[in-house]
């Protein structure tokens, strides 16, 4: 059994020095303890449910193969092209000097 400590805050008390127990290692509750919960205090998904999880990884999938590594493809290609042309513009074409 894990026990977690789970920090409690209460907005009336802020500025206040607290003397925290020796089991505690987060800040204590109004009283002087600690809440702990343990692991079955914690609700989790069973594995059987769906959290979406799995629909969202695929549309992030989906939108990288099909949106945007094609359009960063094309960006870079056309970055490069536009500065070779520029260069040549500048300094002329490719070749030795005339």
Known sequence: MTWINIPQASATKV????????????????????TRLT????PMPSPSEDTGGKRRERRLFLFLVIFL???LSVALVGTY?????FLQM?????GPPH
């Open 15 to 34: 500025g206040f020095n607290y003397q925290r127990p020796s089991s505690c290692q987060r800040a204590p509750l109004d009283d002087g303890t600690c």
């Open 39 to 42: 692991d079955e205090d914690l």
């Open 69 to 71: 590594f094609p359009l």
């Open 81 to 85: 092209g536009f500065a070779v042309w």
């Open 90 to 94: 500048l300094f002329g074409p490719p």
